[in-house]
């Protein structure tokens, strides 16, 4: 395939993701020579020289890139410029217009741009205006608006966001970013399901009896109380990233691996989602707000003694929900789902239990044979896991065993990795790994049911679970009623 050229527009080039995760990106494809001609324009308010900048994007690559960076390093960065904005004035769009004419004619970018908004959610829609008013996306070639979350804080705020950005951009040019979507065994979910003769004949309620996702991570919510506050963890994780998992295992097989087909697939299981009503939500879904405690052998604070975060806070951490998906592969099988802070390991995985056997010819007393399971490891190892029963030599009943596939890659924790493939698929023009407009729509709208009822009820039990466990009891109850548990290994 054709190396991409572009001019790439960093919007937020002094923040946290820029610094963390698009420079050394940016670096690793170029590294590894999958780019054609390009120029990178940082976008910030802050007044910055290009030489300024260019040091700063150094230090990024050398402090988070993955591999000793090379000698072409400033090869590298000769090629970013720096364009200090104010967001709300055409004159800064329009000199901004100016400086990147001028790229596109030196560096021969063929009128490509790809326009990153990687800063505060409340600019948005404005910067998308101005672009189009302000000229901007007036492009001989290509243009394209990659988006990161949140994309809104509820249906009516996205589906406002969506009709200021579909003002410059067609839906087919908007990239909404779930960096879920870019991590190798999140993509690995359809090569497992799709290409094995042995899980798809299976992958429905007459032989798997639920399905649990859980994502658990260590970190409390560090210096981003003020966003935190007003999303919590259902917004933050669930709205996104864990509906993106649970509609990647549950969908129909796509006719082609395009990406219309895999998204329309994506989209009929969020229609199908069973919508929790006002009065249900405590029957589906629990919320949990972290207390202090010890992990790694220090005190941590509750969530209400962290900056920014009020100290009567009744935002959840931590949430654990039971999805039912009402169509006819999957009538009666829950999938449960949990993510939260501060719990006892950084870790996201996915356990399929299959259905117990019709009969079990190897029972004893208090022992009776194991369900399969099939364990993707999204992270921090990636891999999977296949827990059958069998004779162990010598041995005269069935004994549980795992095969094992580590998958060889390097994808460690928040590594640059999700988003070197999606900034390249970006390049490419390949939406597959990138949220649909309606997918985003119907996952608030299942979302805005349960957040409508927390918001509105103080839970008094808040903080209900100690740093550095797997959350509050409710959650392990929510299973326990159906009979179920989770899954505790890694
Ligand atoms: C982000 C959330 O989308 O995902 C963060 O805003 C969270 O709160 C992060 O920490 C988790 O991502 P990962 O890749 O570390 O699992």
């Known amino acids: 395939t054709e190396k991409p050229t572009a001019l790439i527009m960093i919007f937020g080039a002094t923040g946290d993701l820029a610094n963390r995760k698009l ?38 690559v050398k402090e988070n ?86 994309f809104g804080h509820d249906l009516e705020s996205a589906k406002v966001l969506n009709k200021q950005i579909r003002t410059a951009f067609t839906e087919d040019e908007i990239y909404r970013i779930d960096h879920y979507l870019g991590k190798e065994m999140v993509q690995n979910i359809e090569v497992i399901r799709f290409a094995n003769a042995m899980f798809e004949p299976l992958w429905n309620n007459r032989y798997i009896s639920n399905i649990q996702v859980t994502s658990s991570e260590t970190l409390g919510v560090e210096e981003r109380g003020r966003y935190y506050e007003k999303s919590g963890a259902l917004r933050d994780m669930v709205q ?56 790694n052998e220090k005190e941590v604070p509750a969530y209400r003694q962290e900056e920014m975060v009020d100290p009567e806070s009744n935002t959840e951490t931590f949430v654990a929900g039971k999805l039912m998906i009402d169509n006819f592969r999957w009538a009666g099988v829950p999938f449960y789902i949990r993510t939260g802070k501060r719990m006892k390991a ?61 998958n060889k890659g390097i994808d460690g924790l928040n590594t640059p990795e999700a988003y070197e493939k999606l900034l390249y698929d970006s390049l490419r023009g390949d939406a597959t790994n990138f949220t649909h407009w309606d997918e985003v729509a119907l996952s608030w709208s299942f979302v805005d049911n349960i957040s409508k009822v927390w918001e509105n009820t103080k839970e008094p039990s808040f903080p209900n679970y100690a740093s550095g466990s797997m959350g509050p009891d409710a959650a392990d109850k929510l299973l326990e009623q159906d009979g179920f548990f989770w899954w505790p290994f890694n």
């Open 65 to 150: 890139g993955e591999t000793d960076p090379k000698a072409d390093l400033d090869e590298f960065v000769s090629k970013f410029y720096y364009h200090s904005h104010d967001v709300t004035d055409s004159s800064s769009y329009l000199a901004l217009g100016k400086l990147s004419e001028e790229l596109d004619s030196h560096y021969g970018l063929n009128g490509n741009r790809i326009f990153y908004l990687a800063m505060a959610p409340e600019f948005f829609g404005t910067i998308a205006e101005h672009l189009k008013k302000d000229k901007l996306t007036d492009v001989s070639g290509f243009k394209r608006l990659v988006i990161e979350k949140p």
């Open 240 to 295: 996104n990233h864990m509906l993106q998992m649970v509609s990647l295992l549950a969908m129909e097989p796509p006719i082609k691996l395009t990406t219309d087909e895999i998204r329309s697939e994506k989209v009929r299981v969020f229609r199908a989602l069973r919508p929790i009503k006002d009065g249900e939500v405590n029957e589906y879904f629990v919320r949990g707000q972290y207390d202090k405690g010890v992990m």
């Open 346 to 406: 950084k870790s996201t995985k996915i356990v399929i239990q299959f259905k117990d056997i019709p009969m079990d010819l190897y029972y004893q007393p208090e022992k009776t044979v194991n369900p399969n399971l099939l364990v993707i490891h999204i992270q921090p190892e990636e891999g999977i896991t296949l827990h059958l029963n069998a004779k162990k030599s010598g041995q005269g009943d069935a004994t549980p065993v795992k095969l094992n596939y580590a």
């Open 23 to 60: 420079f050394p990106s940016l670096y690793n494809l170029f590294e590894k020579g999958k780019l054609d001609r390009f120029a990178v324009v940082g976008v910030a308010r802050r007044a910055l020289s290009n030489e300024e900048f260019q040091l700063k994007v150094k230090e990024s």
